[in-house]
C-alpha cells in the first residue's frame, strides 16, 4: 500500500518561509514525477510545483514562481517544497502526489500565513 504522509507546516507570517516534506513509503518517488498541490478553503485543489523523474525539469504555477523551490532526495523517498516570501493566499493545505499515478491523498500539511 503506497502512503503519503506531509509534514511542515504551521503559522507563520507574511514574508516568511516554511520547508514542507513529504515521505513516500510503498512506491519509490524516484520513478515518478511528483507534485506539490493545495486546497485553499472553498477552492479546488490546485497543483503547484513538480519535479521530473531525474529532478532537472521544475514547473510551478504562476502564482508561486521565484518563491517556492521542490527538491527531492531519492535516498530518502522523500519530496520537499521550500516555500519563501510566503503571502496570505498561500494559506492551504499542502498534498503531495505522484503527477501521472496519483494515489489516495494523504492527510496534508496546514499553511497558515497570517500577521
Known amino acids: 500500500q503506497v502512503q503519503l504522509v506531509e509534514s511542515g507546516g504551521g503559522v507563520v507570517q507574511p514574508g516568511g518561509s516554511l520547508r514542507l516534506s513529504c515521505a513516500a513509503s510503498?512506491?519509490?518517488?524516484?520513478?515518478?514525477?511528483m507534485g506539490w498541490y493545495r486546497q485553499a478553503p472553498g477552492k479546488q485543489r490546485e497543483l503547484v510545483a513538480d519535479?521530473?523523474?531525474?529532478?532537472?525539469?521544475?514547473n510551478y504555477a504562476d502564482s508561486v514562481k521565484g518563491r517556492f523551490t521542490i527538491s527531492k532526495d531519492n535516498a530518502k523517498n522523500t519530496v520537499y517544497l521550500q516555500m519563501n516570501s510566503l503571502k496570505s493566499e498561500d494559506t492551504a493545505v499542502y498534498y503531495c502526489?505522484?503527477?501521472?499515478?496519483?494515489?489516495?491523498w494523504g492527510q496534508g500539511t496546514q499553511v497558515t500565513v497570517s500577521s
Open positions: 502526489n505522484f503527477v501521472r499515478a496519483p494515489v489516495s
Open positions: 519535479i521530473s523523474v531525474r529532478g532537472i525539469t521544475l
Open positions: 510503498g512506491r519509490l518517488l524516484s520513478i515518478y514525477t
